[in-house]
């Protein structure tokens, strides 16, 4: 009886608290690493004039492409600071959403509103980590154009370097991103 409360009741709680510790251990997205230099991505992105601490990464480069629009890593100081990943299309939002819940767990969900109220609707799922956070933006769109309702969204998640601290750790063997 002991076992099968331990494995109901507590296994989930530790397992929660070590999805968010797999955001700080991970510390970037797929092959991207915050805290690294501009240099080390020097080859894999398209130099950005018009905002030079933006660079748009090559798509041949990016992993799960078939799922992404386009990867930007945005530098401060030469230093990856930040990921901008903009997804595809609905059925792409939701495979990402999965493999985020599978690597980071739940989240939290900030919501503004009913999506099918004409206007704007932003819905936010956080990933708080202790050095890095993770952010999932939807942003959906209803309209009435020329007597036609009309809806559209999209979908970015920001990957940001939030301190300094040092996280110990060890990602799982199957770690999805």
Not at 52 to 70: A, G, M, S, T, Y
Not at 113 to 122: A, F, L, Q
Not at 142 to 170: A, C, D, F, R, W
Request: aromatic share 12%; hydrophobic share 35%.
């Amino acid at each position: 009886m002991i076992k099968f409360l331990f494995i109901t009741v507590l296994l989930p709680v530790f397992c929660c608290g070590q999805s968010v510790n797999n955001l700080d251990v991970k510390n970037g997205f797929l092959q991207f690493k915050l805290g690294d230099t501009v240099f080390a991505y020097a080859s894999m992105v398209n130099l950005n004039k018009r905002y030079p601490n933006r660079q748009e990464v090559k798509f041949k480069f990016i992993k799960l492409k078939k799922h992404l629009d386009r990867v930007e890593l945005i530098f401060e100081n030469n230093t990856l600071t930040s990921i901008e990943i903009y997804i595809r299309s609905d059925d792409d939002q939701r495979y990402i959403y999965y493999l985020l819940k599978q690597a980071y767990g739940d989240g939290t969900t900030i919501d503004n509103g009913t999506s099918d109220e004409p206007g704007v609707h932003n819905t936010f799922i956080i990933w708080n980590g202790t050095r890095v956070a993770a952010i999932l933006k939807k942003r959906s769109f209803n309209l009435t154009i020329n007597g036609q309702q009309s809806s559209s969204s999209y979908e970015t998640l920001t990957i940001k370097k939030t301190s300094n601290n040092i996280v110990n750790g060890e990602l799982p063997a199957d770690f999805p991103l």
